[in-house]
């Protein structure tokens, strides 16, 4: 049997280990109980996330137990890594609502059955019943500030200012391993390469304080072969929540990815084997569209379901095809009087979600990427009036993929 140590190294989701030949052994011989955390900054997971999610969901495949960790505690604070700014303070509510949706999301990648079923919890059942001064007599005592500040995720931040508030939050991360340790056996902890220093701590608090091993382990981030975060679209993130992104978008997203970026989001997002996917990027032009296609059908499977997949599928097909009412489309609904006397092509598009701002829409229009009813639009103060409707439909599209319904109400 194949060790997943080499399944997750051969896909490409490894970047760094602390003790490469021990984690692969004990991978490949124990059932392993290991953690990844997740701030619940928004009431969705995202793009960036899914990553870590794939590999809970094979680790759990080959026998080992993921410990999903909700940051109810650790949001307070907010997560320094990767940020150039401090994060948005969110009130406990808010906190507690976007945990219970990450929640329902996790059971769709999760098995939660059984005893052996994998675990959710969250820091905040210890992190806010927490007394200060007991805990830094206890666990700070064993933090060096000097070394602290050598972590990436410091360094980082020291040039435009570091509050005490978010320098808590190695400490904070490294406790949650010592309790889950503690709490459950869980012996690594998984994570994003910007959470490396983080995990560090913690196993580095639980060899001091219970004189035991736990170990370390870093994923790619998912970035395009040009080493820029995926995931971002001029709507903004690309979430998992379909209230957020619909199906549609998210296929969409996929469909139009670089070529270059195909086989890495195959072998990253995606369930199929590593034969099947060398065999669909061996070639190019319309092969490699197939395996866009591919991909995004097998990404919208994995968080929609077949049926939305196979929607979204359809309605792209009916669009390459030439048939521009699909059902499927994304749409807009806006009231009539709004057209009566004429409404501005650049406020259209910002109420479609197709422009983050005018100013980039008078971009693309004078780019001649614009198209009304399959009309160029060329003039930057266009007005849409309801002669441009056919039937109560208009069709926006943004250069030659993406496609946007405008209904009347």
């Known amino acids: 049997m194949t060790n997943i140590y080499d399944i997750l190294m051969e896909r490409g989701y490894i970047e760094q280990s602390s003790d490469s030949d021990k984690v692969r052994r004990l991978l490949g011989e124990e059932k392993v109980t290991f953690y990844i955390g997740f701030d619940p900054t928004a009431e969705s997971l995202h793009v960036g996330h899914f990553i870590q999610v794939m590999v809970m969901s094979h680790l759990q495949k080959a026998g080992h137990r993921p410990i999903a960790l909700i940051g109810g505690g650790t949001t307070m604070v907010g997560d320094p890594s990767d940020r150039t700014d401090m994060r948005k303070m969110l009130t406990k509510e808010e906190i507690k609502a976007n945990g219970e949706r990450f929640k329902e999301q996790f059971s769709r990648f999760l098995s939660f059955d059984g005893p052996d079923g994998a675990i959710m919890d969250n820091n905040a059942n210890w992190l806010l019943e927490l007394n200060y001064v007991d805990f830094l007599r206890d666990?700070?005592?064993?933090?060096?500030?000097?070394?602290?500040?050598?972590?990436?995720?410091?360094?980082?931040?020291?040039?435009?200012?570091?509050?005490?508030?978010?320098?808590?939050?190695?400490?904070?991360?490294?406790?949650?391993?010592?309790?889950?340790?503690?709490?459950?056996?869980?012996?690594?902890?998984?994570?994003?390469?910007?959470?490396?220093?983080?995990?560090?701590?913690?196993?580095?608090?639980?060899?001091?304080?219970?004189?035991?091993?736990?170990?370390?382990?870093?994923f790619k981030l998912l970035t395009t072969s040009a080493g820029k975060k995926m995931g971002k679209t001029e709507k903004g993130a690309v979430w998992l929540d379909a209230a957020k992104t619909s199906p549609y978008d998210f296929y969409q997203y996929w469909r139009n990815i670089d070529d270059a970026d195909v086989f890495n989001c195959l072998c990253l997002l995606t369930f199929l084997s590593m034969e099947e996917?060398?065999?669909?990027?061996?070639?190019?032009?319309?092969?490699?569209?197939?395996?866009?296609?591919?991909?995004?059908?097998?990404?919208?499977?994995?968080?929609?379901?077949?049926?939305?997949?196979?929607?979204?599928?359809?309605?792209?097909?009916?669009?390459?095809?030439?048939?521009?009412?699909?059902?499927?489309?994304?749409?807009?609904?806006?009231?009539?009087?709004?057209?009566?006397?004429?409404?501005?092509?650049?406020?259209?598009?910002?109420?479609?979600?197709?422009?983050?701002?005018?100013?980039?829409?008078?971009?693309?229009?004078?780019?001649?990427?614009?198209?009304?009813?399959?009309?160029?639009?060329?003039?930057?103060?266009?007005?849409?009036t309801l002669k441009d409707f056919n039937e109560g439909k208009l069709l926006l599209r943004k250069g030659k993929k993406v496609y946007h319904q405008v209904i009347i109400d």
């Open 139 to 218: 666990y700070g005592r064993f933090f060096s500030v000097n070394r602290m500040l050598t972590a990436e995720c410091f360094k980082s931040r020291l040039e435009k200012g570091l509050s005490f508030l978010e320098f808590n939050y190695m400490l904070m991360q490294a406790y949650d391993f010592l309790e889950l340790f503690r709490r459950y056996g869980c012996t690594m902890q998984f994570g994003g390469n910007d959470q490396w220093s983080n995990i560090l701590a913690g196993c580095d608090l639980i060899r001091r304080i219970e004189a035991k091993e736990a170990f370390a382990l870093t």
């Open 277 to 384: 996917i060398r065999t669909l990027c061996a070639g190019e032009g319309s092969a490699i569209n197939a395996a866009k296609a591919r991909l995004a059908y097998e990404i919208t499977c994995l968080v929609h379901g077949k049926e939305e997949a196979a929607k979204a599928r359809e309605a792209a097909e009916a669009l390459f095809g030439g048939a521009k009412d699909s059902a499927n489309l994304p749409k807009t609904s806006l009231p009539e009087q709004l057209f009566a006397d004429g409404y501005d092509i650049l406020a259209l598009l910002l109420d479609c979600g197709l422009i983050p701002s005018k100013s980039e829409g008078r971009r693309l229009v004078k780019d001649g990427g614009i198209y009304l009813n399959d009309q160029k639009i060329q003039d930057i103060y266009q007005s849409v």
